[in-house]
C-alpha cells in the first residue's frame, strides 16, 4: 500500500481552476478496505468535526468503529463494494468528533492497483441530516394524524392560497360518507355549501375577517350538512398561522368537535324561563356561537373546548345537579382515573380563571358523591 501522502493528489494543468479535491464543497476520502482512512478533504474534516484533515487521518485509525455510528455497516459497505465493478450508494449514519451524529449520502467504489489488486476505497460524502430530520419529522406528523384520526378526533388544515381545505377520515365518519365517497380535499367554496343557510353567510365573514386582520385564535360553533341532508352542531377550535407581507394567514388548522349531543340537551335551558324573580342582570349566559361565557357585570369569559363542554353540560342539567359520571362521560366519553383527574383539573383552572376576573368564588358547589351544582342562574344562547 503506497504511503498517505502519494495517494491521489489532484494534478490540474491549469492552475487557475484550484486544487478540486481541497476546494471540493463534498467530502472526499481515500481508506484501506480494514479502515484505516488514508486522506481526506477538508470538507469532510468540517463535516466530522475536526479542525483540519491532518488531524482527522491522524486521530481516526478505524473508521467502522469512530466514524461509523453502526459499526457493522461499514463491513457491509465495504463488501457491497468489492463485490461490484462501480459506484455504490448508501445513506449512513456517522458519529463527529463531539459525539453529534449526522446523516450523510455516501457514493464509494473500489480502486484497483497495478497487480488488478485492491489498491484502496474512494468515497464522496454530502450531508443530508436536514433532510433526514424534516422526513422524520414529516413522516411524525403523519403518524400523530392517523392516531388522531383513528380515535375519532376531526382535524382540519386549510391553505388560505390555494383556497383548498383537507378533513381527516374521521370528518367523512361524522357526516354519514364512506371513505370514496368524498374527497379529503375541498374547495372552500364546497365546504361553505355544506354549513346550514342561517350561518353561512357569519361563518364566511367571520373566516375572511380572522384572515385579513391577523387573528391567530378561532372559536366557533355551527352547523354542517351530512350525507342524508341533517346537520350536525359541531364546535371547531382553530389557529391561523403564517403571514404574507400584507399581514394576512397563510394556513390555517383546527378540530371540529361534534356537539350534536350536547345541543340537543341544551335546548330545554336554551327555551325555560328564568326563576322567577330572577333579575336579567344576575344571570350567567353560556354562549353558544362564541364559545364563551357571560358573567353578570363582567366583561365574557373566553372557554377553552374542554371548558366550554363543561359549562354546555352544567347548563344542560339546570336546576339538577351534573352527575360527575356525566361531566367525565360527556368530555372524554370515558370515565377512568386519568379523565377523571383531568376533569378536577379543568375545573381547578376555570375556577381560577372566574375569581382572578371577578374577585368573587366561583359559584359552583361540589357535592362529594354526587356532583356539581352551579349555584347561581345560568342559561344559554
Known sequence: ???????????????????????????????????RLLRANPAMAAMLGYASPEELVESVTDLGSQIYA????????????????????????M?????????????????????????????????????????LQVREYEERWKALDQVGVIMLYYNVETGMIHFSNSWKRLLGYADHEIANWLPIDQWHGM????????????????INAGVSFSNRVHRVRCKEGEYKWVHLLGTFLGRDAAGRARRGAGVLTDITSLREALSPAMSAPLPCGTPASDTW??????????????????????????????????????TRDDAVCGIYGRNDEYTSRSLDVIIARLRKKVETLTFDPFPLQTLYGTGFLFTSPLTAR
Not at 86 to 92: A, D, K, P, S
Not at 100 to 123: F, P, Q, Y
Open 195 to 210: 354549513l346550514h343557510p342561517e350561518e353561512r353567510a357569519d361563518i364566511e365573514a367571520a373566516v375572511r375577517a380572522d
Open 1 to 35: 500500500m503506497p504511503p498517505a501522502d502519494h495517494l491521489y493528489r489532484t494534478t490540474d494543468t491549469h492552475p487557475d481552476r484550484g486544487d478540486l479535491f481541497a476546494d471540493a464543497p463534498l467530502g472526499i476520502f481515500y481508506s484501506t478496505t480494514e479502515g
Open 285 to 322: 349566559i353560556l354562549d353558544l356561537i362564541a364559545c364563551q361565557v357571560v358573567i353578570p357585570g363582567y366583561e365574557s369569559l373566553r372557554l377553552t373546548a374542554k371548558e366550554f363542554q363543561f359549562f354546555s353540560l352544567l347548563a344542560g342539567a339546570v336546576p339538577r345537579p351534573l
Open 95 to 135: 458519529r463527529r468528533k463531539d459525539g453529534a451524529l449526522i446523516t450523510v449520502l455516501m457514493k464509494g467504489r473500489k480502486i484497483s492497483g497495478a497487480d488488478n489488486g485492491i489498491a484502496c476505497l474512494e468515497g464522496y460524502l454530502i450531508n443530508i441530516s436536514a433532510r433526514v430530520a424534516a422526513e
Open 70 to 93: 453502526e459499526p457493522h455497516r461499514r463491513a457491509e459497505i465495504v463488501s457491497a463494494m468489492l463485490a461490484r465493478g462501480g459506484w455504490l450508494h448508501e445513506e449512513v449514519p
